[in-house]
């Protein structure tokens, strides 16, 4: 890896949002639409079921999924539906066509969702008040959080995924990399300039905090290489830094980058790292996303 890992710039005259924002779990209009049945999304559904990739996948689409597939196909944001990009235990992620681009689309499952190793990010957190154990209401919650979480960090200047649209369970994303040649992570990479990326990586990790956001599970597993830029992915699990554990997930964020880049041959340190993290006070939140 010989890419010079250049910054972006914060976007200048937007509140970063707050941490206190209410995420809405009332009924969507995929679930409208899944009520009213209506002819087209009944044709909808039945041609996406009859495919040999949805047949092996009941558990990711059920009905309300494809409605709020639908619904995003309506909306403009998807033209085509691919293939799979990753599966795993919490959600698929697909490749699709947007409007003028591919994008991924991140489906997250509501059946079989571990709801245990969600709840550490969940508890404490405002926007969660009222949910309990629905497991449905935590993951729509837990999609929208997502997509939240997205924004804030493009505005604070880190580079993630651009979000594009949410309904409920399923997330639209920019697609970083092609499905064909995907992005490594940087586990994957021979880091030929491994000081450069670690300034890359600590100056995000102080954007987000400066932002009010803590990644909660950043590694060298969560950031990925694309066109010479270092791109933080993962970010459903962020919490803000009002959060009761955030501190404790702040200092683990720290120690896991640290000992990425140790063993790359620099001197550092999880306890240099979050002095220099938390250097600058959040800024205070004047408006709600």
Known sequence: MTEDFG????????????????????????????RRQDLAFDEFRKRI???????????????????????????????????????????????????????????????????RQMRDYLEGDPRFEGIGNDKKEVVLAWTRK???????????????????????????????????ERARRLAEVHVENPQTAYEVVRE???RLYSAGLVHGDLSEYNLIIHDGELVVIDMGQAVTVHHPNAGEFLERDCRNVATFFTRQGLDVTGEELLDFVTEVEPEPSEEPE
Not at 159 to 173: D, F, G, Q, S, T
Request: hydrophobic share 40%; net charge negative.
């Open 49 to 115: 079921k009859d495919t040999e990739q949805f047949k092996v996948e009941g558990d990711v689409f059920d009905d309300a999924t494809l409605a709020a597939i639908y619904k995003l196909v309506q909306d403009g944001y998807v033209e085509a539906f691919g293939g799979p990009i990753s599966t795993g235990k919490e959600a698929n992620v697909y490749e699709a066509l947007g409007d003028d681009r591919e994008v991924a689309i991140k489906v997250y499952r509501i059946t079989t969702s571990n709801f």
């Open 146 to 180: 997502e997509f939240a979480n997205l924004k804030r960090a493009r505005r604070a200047g880190v580079r993630v995924p651009e979000p594009i649209a949410v309904e409920r369970n399923v997330l639209v994303m920019e697609l970083v990399g092609l499905v064909e």
């Open 204 to 206: 995000y990790m102080r």
């Open 7 to 34: 910054l972006l710039d914060p976007e200048e005259g937007e509140a970063f949002g707050d941490e206190w924002e209410s995420i809405d779990v009332d009924d969507t209009e995929a679930d409208r639409i899944v």
